[in-house]
């Protein structure tokens, strides 16, 4: 079963550039099978998807992010990531990473990480 | 992008009880729609996809139905583990959306 876990700062200083990674284990990046994929929760609200890069490297994002987000998948150590420039406090949330679980019929969210706090002040 | 409406937002139900949430599509998704439940303090969690299909491990007293536009989420007898927000997600449109959520609470 694979699991993930997100790591990286828990404050980021607006118009900087939060970098978030997800580490994989049961499982590896390159294998095919899944989009590795985040979504993030702003306080007190619902789910928002960020995007995913697929296991052929597509990128799919957010049109909402598109301009200031990058999602990459590092095979040497079985991570992804994400980095989000310019922030500002409205980008403040947790953020989930997720493997997004194909098959011809569904695309789901079948693993998530246990989400890490990001806060944007200075 | 697609939006997604579920209602009710919120509802109180007690133990035992059948509870039904409906999720709505403003274009059709045909069968790429998801449900999760993030239980209080957690990360959300793969309910079924697909409609209908339960994910490992999801108790049979969940079922899922609909297409198109409308979907439902049945529990048919509700237990305390069941408390939390359940959000339908779809998965036709290359960018995906999740609906606002419907927290489940207990009597």
């Known amino acids: 079963q694979v699991q993930l876990q997100e790591s990286g700062p828990g404050l980021v200083k607006p118009s900087q550039t939060l970098s978030l990674t997800c580490n994989v284990s049961?499982?590896?990046?390159?294998?095919?099978?899944?989009?590795w994929t985040w979504i993030r929760q702003h306080p007190g609200k619902g789910l928002e998807w960020i995007g995913y890069m697929s296991d052929t490297g597509s990128l799919y994002y957010n049109p909402s992010l598109r301009s200031r987000l990058s999602i990459a998948v590092d095979t040497s150590t079985n991570q992804f990531s994400l980095r989000l420039s310019s922030v500002t406090a409205a980008d403040a949330a947790v953020y989930y990473c997720?493997?997004?679980?194909?098959?011809?019929?569904?695309?789901?969210?079948?693993?998530w990480g246990q989400g890490t706090v990001v806060t944007v002040s200075s | 992008d697609i939006q997604l409406t579920q209602s009710p937002s919120s509802l109180s139900a007690s133990v035992g009880d059948r509870v039904t949430i409906t999720c709505r599509a403003s274009e059709s998704v045909t069968k790429y729609l998801n449900w999760y439940l993030q239980q209080p303090g957690k990360a959300p969690a793969l309910l079924m996809y697909?409609?209908?299909t339960l994910h490992r491990g999801v108790p049979s007293r969940f079922s899922g139905s609909g297409s198109g536009t409308e979907f439902t989420l049945t529990i048919t007898s509700l237990r305390p583990e069941d408390v939390g927000t359940y959000y339908c997600?779809?998965?036709?449109?290359?960018?995906?959306?999740f609906g606002q959520g419907t927290k489940l609470e207990i009597k």
């Open positions: 049961g499982g590896s990046v390159n294998s095919g099978g899944f989009y």
């Open positions: 997600q779809q998965s036709f449109s290359t960018v995906y959306t």
């Open positions: 697909g409609v209908s």
């Open positions: 997720a493997a997004c679980g194909y098959t011809g019929a569904r695309y789901s969210m079948d693993y």
